[in-house]
C-alpha cells in the first residue's frame, strides 16, 4: 500500500528497468513508501527520469503478487500453497530425483536479466556447483547475445566502450537499429541535447523513428533499409570508407592487425558492395548511403548506438561485427565522442553476462575449457567444474522434447511469452518432469510449473546492477521482502536444500555484499568492486582493478583489450526468412515508452493509462488495397500462426513493411515470429517476418 504523507527518509537505489541504470530516491514515511523521485547525482541520469521509472513501485506493492510458495504433483493439478521449508523440499528432491534417473545434465537454469549480479552469480554457481553441469543460460539469449559475440570477437570483450557522458563529445552520433526515445528515454534526452547543440544524426532503420524528426531535431540522413539487410547497408558504408580513401590509416597500422585490414578492405572495395547494387538489395538510395558513410568518416568524432533492431537478426553478430569494423575503419574507438555502444533493453544484461550465465563461460567472459579459469572457481566453490559446454535456451527445449532435459528452475523469465516459436517452447516445459518458476506473478510459463517460489522485487533487497556502460550501481532494500526473502536467499536455500540431502557443505552467505567479495575474488574485470567503494564512489564502471581502481569509464584508450582490433570479413547472407504472394510483407517489432517488455510489471503501474493495446503500425497504401482502415481489426499471419490486432495507418512505416509492439499477452508477437536465429548465439530473427494483413472481427 503506498502511503500519502510526508517522507521522513529516503533510500537511494536504482530503477529496475532499462538499461540506462537511472539512480532513483525511494521516499518513504516509517516502512511506507511515498513516492519515487530520480536521484540528482546518479552518474546514469542527473536528475532525469522517465514514466517507466517513476511509477515501478506500483508493481512491487500490486495484488497480483504471490507471496507464499506453491507446488503441485503435475501440472493438471491445482496449486497448492505450502511453507517455504515444504517447497524447497520438494523442489530439490525433484531435481535430485531427475539427476539421479536421467544424469546430473538432465537438469538446467534459466536467470533473468532483471536479477542483480549477485543473484545471477549464485543461479550459475547453482548449476556449476551444485547441479554439476553447465546447464545456465539468460535471457540475454534473446536479446544481446551477439553483442557478447561479436564486441569479444572484434575488440576482445562484450562491452560497450563508452560512458553515457561521451556523447557530449560526439560530431556524428549513427543509431542504427535502436529507438532511443522509447527503450532507453533518459539517454536519448542527452543524446537530442547534443544534436541540438549541432551534431549530426545518422539513422538507420526500417521504421521513421522520432529521433529522424523531433522537436529541434532532424536527422542528417535516414537510411530506411528493408528489414534484415543491416549487414549490407554497414558494408557498403565501409565500401565507400575504404574506396575513397577516408579511413585512418594511422590508427589502423598502429591499433589493429594490418594483414586482416588488407584482407577486409579488399573484401569490402568489391564492387558488389557499391551503394548502388546496396540500394537494390536494401532500398536505401544510393547517395544517402554514399553521404552517411562520408559523414561518418570525416564529420569528426563518430559514436555509434545500436540496439535489438540490430541483434536479433539471423545475422545479428555479423552485424555487430561489422559494426566494430566501421569503428576501428574510421579510428572511432578509444577517446570521449566516439565508440560502439549496445544500448541494452533490460537493466542488467550487461550485468547477467558479466557473471557467467552463459553455458559456455565463467564470470568474465571465460571459457569454461579453459583448465586454468575452472581451477579459480573449483577452489572458491570446492568442487570439480564440468569442462564441456553446456544446454543454451532452444538446446535445453529441444533436450526436453525429445526427453533427455527433464528439470528446469527458471528464474525471472517468462520464456512461455519472450522467446520465440511459443508452441515449442509449451511443448518443452509440459514434457519435463519439474520446472520450477521463481517470479513475481504468476505468469504464463508457471501454467508448466510444479513449484512456484515467489521473488522479490528491486524494492526488497540489496545488490547491484550493472547498466549498458559497464556501470555498478547499487540496488538497496527500501522494505522488506513482502515474500519473505530476497532472490538471492531464495537461490542459496534452495540450493542448501540440495547440498544437505547429498551431505555437502552449504552455503552461508548472509549479505549481498559477501557474494560481491566471492565475485571481485574469482572475476578479474571485478577485483576492486565493493559494497564500500560503492557507497564512496556512488558507482564504478568495470574494469575496476589493480589498473583501473576506480573503474574505466572508456575502453581500449591504448590498445584493445584482445591486443589488436580485428577485422572480420562480414559476408551479407541473407535471412531464411522471404516475403512471396501468400506472405508479402514484412514485420518488424519494437517498444513503447510507457512500455516494458512483455508488460509484467509495466501492466501492474499507473503506465497502463498510457498504453492499453498493440498496434499494427501500416503504410496507408498498404491498408489501402487491403480495404482496412484506421482502427479497423486486422488478422496478421504468418508461417508460424496467427493473431489480431487493431490497424494504425501511418507512414512512419514504408510499404512493405509493417510494425508492432509486444507489450500485452494478448498480442502473442511470438505466435508469429519464426524460429530463425542467430547463426552464432541463437538470438532469435524477431525482427524479420514474412505476414500478411487482412481484415478481421477481431480477437
Ligand atoms: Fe531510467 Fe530506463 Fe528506468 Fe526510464 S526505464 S527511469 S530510462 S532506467
Known amino acids: 500500500v503506498i502511503a500519502l504523507g510526508t517522507p521522513t527518509r ?35 541520469n542527473r536528475g532525469h527520469s522517465c514514466v517507466k521509472g517513476r511509477f515501478a513501485y506500483g508493481y512491487a506493492t500490486h495484488a497480483d503478487r504471490i507471496l507464499k510458495p506453491m507446488i503441485r504433483e503435475r501440472i493438471e493439478d491445482p496449486w497448492q500453497e505450502v511453507s517455504w521449508d515444504e517447497a524447497l523440499a520438494f523442489a ?48 540475454a539469449r534473446v536479446c544481446h547475445s551477439p553483442t557478447g559475440y561479436g564486441l569479444g570477437q572484434t575488440f576482445g570483450t562484450s562491452a560497450g566502450t563508452q560512458n ?72 557498403a558504408m565501409a565500401h565507400v570508407i575504404v574506396t575513397e580513401g577516408l579511413f585512418d590509416e594511422g590508427f589502423i597500422r598502429a591499433r589493429c592487425d594490418w594483414d586482416e585490414f588488407a584482407e577486409y578492405a579488399e573484401f569490402v572495395s568489391d564492387p558488389r558492395h557499391s551503394p548502388e547494387l ?40 555479423t552485424t555487430v561485427m561489422a559494426i566494430a569494423n566501421l569503428a576501428m575503419l574510421t579510428g572511432n574507438i578509444g577517446r570521449e565522442g566516439v565508440g560502439v555502444n549496445p544500448l541494452r533493453g533490460q537493466n542488467n544484461v550487461q550485468g547477467s553476462c558479466d557473471m557467467g550465465s552463459f553455458p559456455h563461460e565463467l564470470p ?34 529441444d533436450a526436453a522434447v525429445s526427453g533427455q532435459f527433464k528439470g528446469l528452475y527458471c528464474q525471472g523469465e517468462d520464456i512461455l ?36 517460489l515467489p521473488g522479490s522485487t528491486f524494492l526488497e533487497k540489496d545488490g547491484t546492477f550493472t547498466n549498458a556502460e559497464r556501470r555498478i550501481n547499487r540496488v538497496r532494500k527500501v522494505m522488506a521482502p513482502r515474500n519473505g526473502y530476497a532472490d538471492w536467499e531464495i537461490t542459496q536455500l534452495l540450493a542448501n536444500a540440495m547440498l544437505e540431502a547429498e551431505g555437502r557443505p552449504l552455503w552461508r552467505y548472509t549479505h549481498a555484499a559477501q557474494i560481491m567479495e566471492e565475485i571481485a575474488a574469482t572475476t578479474p574485470g571485478f577485483a576492486h568492486v565493493d559494497y564500500a567503494l560503492l557507497e564512496e564512489k556512488g558507482s564504478v564502471q568495470w574494469p575496476c582493478n589493480d589498473a583501473a581502481p576506480e573503474g574505466t569509464p572508456i575502453m581500449h584508450v591504448d590498445g584493445f583489450v584482445r591486443g589488436r582490433g580485428r577485422f572480420i570479413v562480414t559476408e551479407y547472407v541473407a535471412t531464411e526468412e522471404r516475403t512471396g504472394p501468400r506472405f508479402p510483407l514484412l514485420l518488424t517489432t519494437g517498444r513503447i515508452l510507457s512500455q516494458y517488455n512483455v508488460g509484467a510489471q509495466t501492466r501492474r503501474t499507473a503506465n497502463t ?14 491498408a489501402e488495397v487491403r480495404g482496412v482502415k484506421a482502427g479497423d481489426w486486422v488478422k496478421l499471419a504468418s508461417r508460424s500462426g496467427e493473431t489480431s490486432l487493431r490497424a494504425h495507418l501511418t507512414d512512419r512505416v514504408s510499404p512493405g513493411v509493417v510494425y508492432t509492439t509486444f507489450h ?19 538470438c532469435p530473427e524477431y525482427k524479420v517476418t514474412a505476414v500478411q494483413v487482412g481484415l478481421s472481427n477481431g480477437p
Open 609 to 622: 493509462v498510457w498504453h492499453a493495446e498493440d498496434v499494427l503500425e501500416i503504410h496507408p497504401h498498404d
Open 364 to 397: 568474465g567472459y571465460r571459457h569454461v575449457k579453459n583448465p586454468e579459469v575452472r581451477a579459480i572457481f573449483e577452489t572458491a566453490w570446492g568442487v570439480e567444474i564440468d569442462p564441456e559446454p553446456g544446454l543454451r535456451i532452444p538446446n535445453m527445449l
Open 664 to 682: 500485452h499477452p494478448t498480442t502473442q508477437a511470438n505466435v508469429i515470429t519464426t524460429d530463425h536465429s542467430d547463426w552464432a548465439t541463437n
Open 278 to 317: 546496396t540500394e537494390m538489395l536494401t532500398g536505401v538510395p544510393a547517395e544517402e548511403l554514399r553521404a552517411a558513410a562520408r559523414l561518418y568518416a570525416t564529420g569528426g568524432n563518430g559514436a555509434i548506438y545500436y540496439g535489438l533492431g540490430v541483434t536479433e537478426h539471423s545475422q545479428g553478430s
Open 92 to 139: 530439490a528432491a525433484r531435481m535430485r530425483g531427475i539427476q539421479a534417473r536421467h544424469g546430473r545434465k538432465s537438469v538446467g537454469v534459466i536467470t533473468s536479466s532483471r536479477c542483480t549480479n549477485e543473484e545471477t552469480y549464485l543461479v550459475q554457481k547453482l548449476t556449476r556447483a551444485v547441479f554439476l553441469n553447465n546447464n545456465t543460460d539468460t535471457c
Open 164 to 235: 553515457f557522458d561521451s556523447v557530449a563529445a560526439a560530431d556524428v552520433v549513427v543509431v542504427i537499429g535502436a529507438n532511443p526515445t522509447d527503450g532507453h528515454p533518459v539517454f536519448a534526452s542527452r543524446l537530442k541535447k547534443r544534436l541540438r547543440a549541432g551534431a549530426k544524426l545518422i539513422v538507420i532503420d526500417p521504421r521513421r523513428i522520432d529521433l529522424v524528426k523531433t522537436a529541434h531535431v532532424e536527422a542528417a540522413h535516414h537510411l530506411p533499409l528493408r528489414p534484415g539487410t543491416n549487414v549490407a547497408v554497414v558494408t
Open 10 to 44: 529516503s533510500v537511494i537505489t536504482t530503477c529496475a528497468y532499462c538499461g540506462v541504470g537511472c539512480s532513483f530516491k525511494a521516499e518513504l514515511n516509517g516502512d511506507q513508501l511515498v513516492r519515487m523521485t530520480p536521484y540528482k547525482h546518479g552518474a546514469a
Open 417 to 452: 511469452q519472450s522467446d520465440p516459436d511459443t508452441r515449442h517452447v509449451s511443448a518443452g516445459l509440459a514434457a519435463m518432469d519439474c520446472v520450477i518458476v521463481h517470479d513475481l506473478f504468476l505468469n504464463e510459463t508457471a501454467n508448466y510449473a510444479h513449484v512456484f
